[in-house]
């Protein structure tokens, strides 16, 4: 997502939250509160997600993060490793 579009679904985002809406007679329209409402939170999820995409993106550039060759592991099978000797006597 480029800078723009991140701009873009903050500036809907504060115009939606402080937007409410009224009908003729001055009472709150609760169903496009409501759709404001959703609106906002699906901004804010594709904000979110953005910026852990490229928090990912940058911890793989560092080498920060480890990358299987789709190797499966089953984590019965990897506790069952575990022994008092193996922690204690950890490679440095």
């Keep these: 997502m480029n800078t723009q579009t991140q701009e873009a679904l903050k500036m809907a985002i504060e115009a939606l939250q402080n937007n409410q809406t009224y009908d003729w007679k001055g009472n709150p329209l609760t169903a496009l509160d409501e759709a404001n409402e959703k609106v906002i939170n699906a901004c804010k999820e594709a904000l979110k997600e953005d910026a ?17 060759q ?4 089953d984590i019965n ?5 575990i022994t008092p000797e193996n922690l204690w006597n950890r490679r440095e």
């Design 77 to 81: 099978e990897m506790i069952d490793k």
């Design 52 to 68: 852990l995409d490229r928090m990912a993106d940058n911890a793989r550039e560092l080498g920060l993060i480890y990358e299987s």
């Design 70 to 73: 789709n190797q499966e592991y």
